[in-house]
Antibody, heavy 123, light 107 residues
């Protein structure tokens, strides 16, 4: 079964740091781009960051650029998100998400989602 | 950044109804448009990719269409399991962006 399991969420003070991890299983991890998507309580979905199959390219939403770092360990089938200088607006459920490139066009869709891990930033 | 706007934001309908949700992009995204369903407390689920292709295992009552800046998700005959929130998402360029969501409720 293709599966993603997040860990590392919790309560942290404003300005603090947290490192999220995602364990992938049941598929060839290094064949897929991976993303983090978050959802603030009662709000919609927001894409946070994505990383290329070999880790050579990384992209971020503006609001986290310079504070968050996405990385991956293909040997260990894991994805990470290092979050520094956390703010109240970072409070959300963070989902680890697999991207799959569906033909016929080069369209990447989020086809496998983890259950999410909650991050709460307190003041 | 490409802004995605869904309409309506919420919708009440009955079992058996035909429902259409619209998603508009602030600039052309070609056919790089995906649809997701999310139920309370659960992760989203991919329904439609590349505007009109049905993800494996998704019932055929779900359909998608459109290209450029205007897209629709149609549910041909609502079932009890379909009451959820639906999101569109463009994969044309980063930052990848979602619509604000459409909450589909039972009338």
């Amino acid at each position: 079964e293709e599966q993603l399991v997040e860990s590392g969420g919790g309560l942290v003070q404003r300005g603090g740091s947290l490192r999220l991890s995602c364990a992938a299983s049941g598929f060839t991890f290094n064949s897929h781009w991976m993303s983090w998507v978050r959802q603030a309580p009662g709000k919609g979905l927001e894409w946070v960051a994505r990383i290329k199959r070999d880790g050579s390219e990384k992209y971020y939403v503006d609001s986290v650029t310079g504070r968050f770092t996405i990385s991956r360990d293909n040997a260990g089938n894991s994805l990470h998100l290092q979050m520094n200088s956390l703010r109240g607006e970072d409070t959300a459920v963070y989902y680890c998400v697999r991207e799959t490139r569906f033909p016929p066009i080069v369209n990447d869709a989020f086809d496998i989602w983890g259950r999410g891990t909650m991050v709460t930033v307190s003041s | 950044d490409i802004q995605m706007t869904q309409s309506p934001s919420s919708l009440s309908a009955s079992v058996g109804d035909r429902v259409t949700i619209t998603c508009r992009a602030s600039q052309s995204v070609s056919s790089y448009l995906n649809w997701y369903q999310q139920k309370p407390g659960k992760a989203p689920k991919l329904l439609i990719y590349a505007s009109s292709s049905l993800q494996t295992g998704v019932p055929s009552r779900f359909g998608g269409s459109g290209s450029g800046t205007e897209f629709t998700l149609t549910i041909s005959s609502l079932q009890p399991d379909d009451f959820a929130t639906y999101y569109c998402q463009q994969s044309y360029s980063t930052p990848l962006t979602f619509g604000q969501g459409t909450r589909l409720e039972i009338k």
